[in-house]
């Protein structure tokens, strides 16, 4: 088996400097494509992309916070380099015709809300810089609905379908991230793109498309509204992301040292009504990359898969609702194969969750989860995660009565068999509010019997009918206090503490220690999700911040 040796973060500098760049000319458009559109459409209108995308700097992880709107109103871009306009009246009618296997750094496409959705599957291979992203921007229209873009019925971008783009991969997505056959397998890697501000749906089995040869074909139980082989700097923003069999999918495959994603950023989105039923192996997001950040969204249900299926390092999940699934958070292990990128990450075996609202309903349409949040490992425990979960400053909410489960549980270790891999893999949870609202349900904290151990620091609300495993106590722990009640004081719609509740200024922890690779200032909860996606800074409105993911208001 070939493997790197040296630090994880040296290896990606050398490695970065290596691949940054190979072929960053692009090859594919020629003279048949038409001139970009260089003019503001209309002025008043025209934002300019920042110089480099929140998140594109490699020198603090995660980047530091933000707060980011709830709107979904977008206005037009005007690229750096070349700006192109999509939609009725505009430079091009159809998203068909426009270069997209052409793009370069700094390049903008526009594409204009209109009242019946675009059809057109496409590829980009662009190699955007930190200075120069490549924005495929949506414009929204008066009342801030987002332009659609529907695999049903789908016909293949006429570039794509010249050149043969993904030839291999053509059934497993709509929005697809890869190479041409004449760039070199081994090194090119598309890099700083942003999609935002598009409604993506309908990459889903059932569903046909027209391929790259015009032929009819049907997509994979795979499909994704957004697929990419391997990406770097790849941020998905403000989008609508439903009805596909994974949401977004980034892969590390591990077959070459430049074989893998990094620093994908999934920011102030609503993902939902993703999966397929009766498969628990399509998710809302699947994502395989070097460090990994999720910020700001509404996360919902997915059918038969997790709402979060995350395989990637230095993963960071930070002020967003989620739903839980089969699981609200799947944190397991990479499945790169032969040459080690992630694993060699110094932050591989650490991961950070802080500031969510979690609700697993056992009353939800697409059911509830048993285990709703793993950590390690679930295929191959030589690659599990075997360090520390910081989960802190959490609202999570089990909705369900003790008539219809005796018992729930909260954090799974490792595999399903419980085998022990690392037993001291851990969960470190503070400054969380853990609630069910009906009170009568026991809690187990820890599901597995040997496998993993679940340290309470600081302050913690569990509810009156808590314990720490249905079998083994002794791994979990608790040093701080337990506020224990069933009725933390929460309002029951919004899950924000009111007034007198008991879990008003009683402060939150954070993590017990900051490991080499992570910027500590950066993981301080600052932030609380607002409705139906985004940031807002979140106040101190006593002595200290209360439990849980909200300030009382």
């Given amino acids: 088996r070939s493997t790197m040796t040296g630090s994880g973060h040296s290896f990606f500098k050398r490695l970065a400097l290596a691949t940054a760049f190979s072929g960053l000319t692009a090859c594919g458009g020629g003279s048949s494509d038409p001139p970009p559109s260089r003019a503001p459409e209309t002025a008043d209108q025209i934002a300019t992309p920042l110089a480099a995308p929140p998140g594109s700097t490699q020198a603090q992880w995660p980047p530091a916070f933000q707060t980011l709107p709830s709107s979904a109103c977008s206005p037009p871009l005007v690229g750096s380099h070349a700006t192109y306009h999509v939609g009725p009246g505009r430079q091009y009618t159809e998203l068909t015709d426009v270069p997209w296997l052409s793009l370069q750094a700094g390049d903008v496409v526009n594409i204009y809300h209109r009242a019946a959705p675009y059809k057109t599957k496409f590829g980009l291979r662009a190699q955007g810089t930190a200075n120069a992203p490549v924005y495929i921007n949506g414009v929204t229209d008066a009342q801030c609905n987002r332009p659609v873009i529907s695999g049903d019925g789908a016909v293949t971008a006429t570039d794509a379908a010249r050149l043969n783009f993904g030839e291999d991969i053509q059934n497993?997505?709509?929005?697809?991230?890869?190479?041409?056959?004449?760039?070199?397998?081994?090194?090119?890697t598309p890099r700083y793109i942003t999609i935002q501000n598009l409604k993506v749906m309908n990459?889903?089995?059932?569903?046909?498309?027209?391929?790259?040869?015009?032929?009819?074909?049907?997509?994979?139980?795979?499909?994704?509204?957004?697929?990419?082989?391997?990406?770097?700097?790849?941020?998905?923003?403000?989008?609508?992301?439903?009805?596909?069999?994974?949401?977004?999918?980034?892969?590390t495959r591990g077959l070459g040292a430049a074989d893998f994603s990094a620093y994908v950023i999934i920011r102030r989105n609503q993902i939902y009504l993703n999966g397929n039923a009766n498969r628990s192996t399509e998710h809302g997001l699947y994502i395989q990359a070097y460090r990994t950040?999720?910020?700001?969204?509404?996360?919902?249900?997915?059918?038969?898969?997790?709402?979060?299926?995350?395989?990637?390092?230095?993963?960071?999940?930070?002020?967003?609702?989620?739903?839980?699934?089969?699981?609200?958070?799947?944190?397991?292990?990479?499945?790169?194969?032969?040459?080690?990128?992630?694993?060699?990450?110094?932050?591989?075996?650490?991961?950070?969750?802080?500031?969510?609202?979690?609700?697993?309903d056992f009353n939800a349409p697409l059911g509830n989860s048993a285990r709703p949040i793993h950590w390690g490992h679930d295929n191959n425990g030589s690659r599990a995660r075997t360090g520390t979960l910081f989960f802190y400053g959490n609202t999570y909410v089990n909705k369900s009565k003790s008539s219809q489960y005796y018992y729930t549980t909260v954090f799974q270790i490792g595999g399903n068999d419980d085998d022990v891999v690392s037993p001291n893999t851990r969960v470190e949870a503070s400054g969380n509010i853990f609630w069910n609202d009906d009170g009568s349900t026991q809690w187990f904290f820890l599901a597995n019997r040997s496998n993993g151990k679940v340290?309470?620091?600081?302050?913690?609300?569990?509810?009156?009918?808590?314990?720490?495993?249905?079998?083994n106590s002794s791994r979990v722990t608790v040093a701080g206090n337990h506020l224990v009640g069933d009725q933390p004081g929460l309002a029951t719609a919004t899950y924000w503490p009111l007034a007198g509740s008991s879990v008003l200024n009683k402060g939150i922890a954070g993590p017990s220690f900051t490991p080499a690779g992570a910027t500590a200032a950066n993981l301080v909860v600052q932030g609380v999700f607002t409705e139906p996606m985004g940031i807002a800074r979140r106040p101190t409105l006593g002595g200290a911040l209360d439990l849980g993911a909200m300030e009382a208001h």
């Avoid at 609200?328 to 110094?346: F, G, H, K, N, S």
């Avoid at 620091?457 to 509810?463: L, Y």
């Fill in 455 to 471: 340290h309470f620091r600081g302050t913690n609300h569990v509810p009156t009918a808590w314990d720490a495993t249905e079998k």
């Fill in 203 to 251: 990459a889903q089995r059932g569903k046909s498309f027209k391929g790259n040869a015009g032929d009819n074909r049907l997509y994979d139980d795979t499909a994704s509204g957004i697929y990419a082989i391997r990406v770097a700097h790849l941020t998905v923003e403000n989008c609508e992301i439903t009805e596909n069999g994974n949401g977004v999918f980034t892969n």
């Fill in 293 to 360: 950040l999720y910020e700001g969204n509404f996360i919902g249900q997915d059918r038969g898969g997790s709402s979060l299926k995350d395989r990637s390092s230095g993963t960071v999940v930070r002020y967003n609702k989620i739903l839980a699934s089969a699981r609200a958070l799947d944190l397991v292990e990479t499945e790169e194969e032969y040459v080690q990128i992630l694993q060699l990450d110094p932050l591989y075996h650490h991961a950070w969750v802080y500031g969510n609202v979690l609700v697993n």
């Fill in 172 to 188: 497993n997505g709509l929005i697809q991230i890869y190479r041409l056959s004449t760039d070199d397998r081994n090194t090119y």
